[in-house]
């Protein structure tokens, strides 16, 4: 084999095993996940649990299907739910789960209902899933919508000194990294008006992991597996170990600033690194509290007897640290 011949055949070789895996783009929505579908699997172990349904309120301004950016061509959506007359407000951006590559954010819309009715603006924020771009492109849409926000804070009557991130499972752990970035330029993106920061005031992750890497992570305990991490970040955890710490919200501890809620089931792997994490913020004084609901499934926070609960303590919270 000739010298050139050689090179080119291990440069291949060397994209091939580095190169993010494109057949787990699909451009197919995956529906594998919804609330239905949850609440047909729970049901069996808890079947005294309750759907929350999407009720409008009278006291709460709705405006759906909003436009918070574009990508090409690609609209970005966001829905509003206002509280009625009433002064400026916090607000809290609401992102759902799914595994990075599911769901979508209808599932948070009675959330939203119910923060707007107890006087906090809030968002159900639509990203990007990875079954149509890779990491990092659901945080920099996330981190678009933070920047829309503040454009619009007057309209929406918002006070930017007090907005939050709220996210569940896949969802919390892009909420804690958006919550941590803030600066961060690779983590940023160019979505959106940059004179506008994205930085946020408090973060409120329910069962949404801190990291990829930490020793109690399901991807650190099954390393050889591919699952839906890795479908996000495109890279198997054998291959690109730096960008599965780089989106790991934990590595990013020592620089935070803002407090934090964890709303917590008893699914310890999703769990991974907040116990390190709590213990930081502790060092550096920032508040950080933690909620277990121990009797209840990953998604506790779209069912009764659980969601009245998660709703007063997000409240609580809120009103608390802004």
Known sequence: MNRNLLILLVCTLSMSTQGQNLAWRTGVRDTSYSSAGDYKANKKKYPFIKLVADEPHANVAEQRNLVYAKVNKRSLHI??????????????????????????????????????????????????????????????????????????????????????????????????????????????????????????????????????????AWETQNINSVGASAMWLGYPRTERLDLWTEASPLNYAPQNKVPFLFLNSAIVRMHAGRDEFKKIMGQKGIYTTVINFEDGPHSFCLYDPWFGPAVNHIVSFINKVL
Do not use: C, M
Request: charged share 20%; net charge positive.
């Open 79 to 216: 829905d509003a739910f206002l509280p009625k007359d009433s002064p400026k407000t916090p607000a809290v951006i609401i992102i759902h789960g799914g595994g990075w590559r599911s769901g979508d954010r209808s599932q948070h819309i009675p959330l939203a209902q119910h923060l707007a009715a107890k006087g906090i603006a809030a968002f159900t924020v639509e990203y990007r899933l990875s079954t149509e771009a890779f990491y990092p492109a659901a945080v920099f849409d996330v981190k678009a919508s933070v920047r829309w926000l503040k454009a619009n804070a007057r309209k929406f009557n918002i006070d930017t000194n007090k907005i939050a991130v709220l996210g569940f499972s896949a969802g919390g752990q892009l909420a804690s990294l958006i919550g941590v970035t803030a600066g961060v330029e690779k983590l940023e993106g160019n979505l959106n008006s940059r004179k506008y920061s994205s930085s946020v005031n408090a973060v409120i992750d329910i069962d949404g992991t801190l990291s990829f890497v930490h020793p109690e």
